[in-house]
């Protein structure tokens, strides 16, 4: 059964909210549709492993054996952070994108590590990821449908696990930013908990160090989560002490609601996604061991390729000297319960949250000027006069919370196309297999060869 919530009524005393100086006019226009931009995206890189099973020939003649025994075709291909600079170059193709390469190539010759290189590179160098890739029809064949009309696409089959270097042993593959500068307007860090989190060294230049220059974080944050008074969790993250400690005001926090249920929170599931968003609030504000996560002045937390509860707080009210509630708002696919895309495409991905946090930072990066502004909103002015009774500061917390609405709304429809794409077609001449970064945004790419049926409009929002 899907998923379907009430419609939300926002408080009759909703806060009204005062609002920095507008950024200077020359900003706004070098940030539209991210022109000019500097980004730069580091974290944790993998090379996935793709591997596809091909049957036996069918032919006559004289074959070798092990073509008579069937083969696997392998490919190898960027991941993690590496992935996510990928997407958004893809996404805002006129911004300057920086991301990370090794700091020497381990063969010589060139520093820029090539694609056709990255076979070479092995699990004792960086972590790989295995990944079985299977063919699947596009959509679920309904039982009046003709199979064979279905086209097919290459879809995850079995995710193998992971092959990395020796915990006690210092990586041969050193990474460094090309070209980081410490003027960039956006840095994007994907810490998927596998060291990039304590390699200050491999950190961009605008976090590790404090310069004047201020950029906006958006931090995609994995397991083991930053939880508080539970002795199994507290491991060590140096990027997130730094960020909350300098950067805070400035950090978008992406987390995925199943790593919170692994970690015992309990959240409901394909109930109704407002029960599902009243337990995360609930939870956030009442279990002491997600202190750090609910003093984040903005976090999002997404559930599958279909919901994301965005958790503003810090807003103060400076006339009473009293904090106010945190404003809380749902993206939802009404029509689908948690996990509920899968019931109609068959097979897996790798990459939802990459493209998800992808298409946030592509959306944000249009409009910049003015998410810094939105970001920045902390005092909370008295209540107004008026027909709507809305003071200026509440209609910029509105404006605020809408702009959000449509960066997380891109963000669940790129992951969404990841799905129904795939990482490729079927082709009775030759194999290939790619992630699709370049179809994911199809309102910025050139280079869209089908007609994607996911749009924003199947998404809808509620107030909390």
Known sequence: MAQQTTDGNSPSN?????????????????????????????????VDVFGLERPPAQVSGELPNWKLAGQTITEYH????????????????????????????????????KDEELARLKPADIVHSFLEV????????????????????????????FAGPPEDSSRRCPLEIEDDTLDADIVQCDDAGNGFRNRESEWPLAIARDGKHKPLIIYKLGRPLPLSGIARNQTRNDLWKKTQAHHRSRTIVVIDANDLRLANVHISRRLSWERTAKDLVWQLLGNRALAELRDCPHLIVCFGNEAAVYYRSGLKNSSTNCDVPPDVTLVYDPVRAEDGLFDEHPGRMSGYRTSFVSGLTATIAERLAEFRDDLAIEDVSPPGT???????????????????????????????RLLQIGVGKPDNKSVSMAYPSKELFPAVSEDVTEQLEIQLAELADVHV
Not at 18 to 46: C, H, Q, R, Y
Not at 136 to 157: C, L, M, N, S, W
Not at 387 to 414: H, V
């Open 14 to 46: 909703q806060p009204s909210v005062t609002t920095p100086a507008n950024t200077e006019a020359t900003e706004a226009s070098k940030t539209k549709a991210g022109a000019g931009l500097t980004i730069v995206v580091a974290g944790d890189v993998v």
């Open 78 to 113: 960027r991941g993690g952070a590496w992935l996510s600079a990928e997407m958004i170059r893809n996404a805002l193709p006129s911004a300057i994108v920086h991301q990370q390469e090794f700091s020497k190539n381990p063969w010589g010759g060139e520093l820029l590590l």
């Open 134 to 161: 299977a063919e699947f029809p596009k959509f679920r064949v309904k039982a009046h449908e003709d199979k064979a009309k279905v086209p097919k696409v290459y879809r995850i089959k079995e995710f193998h696990g």
């Open 386 to 416: 008026g027909p709507n009774s809305q003071t200026r500061g509440e209609k910029a917390l509105s404006d605020a919370r809408q702009r959000m609405i449509t960066a997380i709304k891109t963000g669940i429809c790129a992951s969404r």
